[in-house]
């Protein structure tokens, strides 16, 4: 938040509940689609999923995002945590998926 200039307003509800649900549903389709692209690839094994997992970040998260905070003026800090939030999670779910599989 501070990052972005955002504060806090005391009282007011930052609607967490939401967001939080939005999050998970779009975890499980992100999820979803990341299993279809390891079946397609015929990948088997933590370690060949979760390339599969840093390959999808490198051209769906970070490819858009670092050109849009650029655009943007914002702090790398900024993309390194937003971004890195999504390299770790596609990271172990690529790799439990493909040892899943």
Not at 14 to 38: K, P, R
Not at 67 to 74: A, D, F, S, T
Request: zero cysteines; proline letters at 4%.
């Amino acid at each position: 938040m501070e990052l972005i200039g955002v504060t806090r307003e005391p009282g007011k509800r930052d609607g967490l509940l939401l967001g939080m649900t939005a999050s998970f549903f779009g975890d499980l389709v992100m999820s979803f689609i990341l299993a279809n692209i390891i079946v397609w690839a015929h990948v088997a094994g933590f370690t060949r999923g979760s390339v599969i997992g840093v390959l999808v970040w490198i051209g769906f998260i970070a490819a858009p995002n670092l050109p849009q905070g650029l655009y943007e003026k914002r702090p790398f800090k900024l993309f390194a945590i937003n971004s890195g939030y999504w390299l770790v999670g596609l990271f172990i779910v690529g790799g439990i998926l493909a040892s899943w599989h």
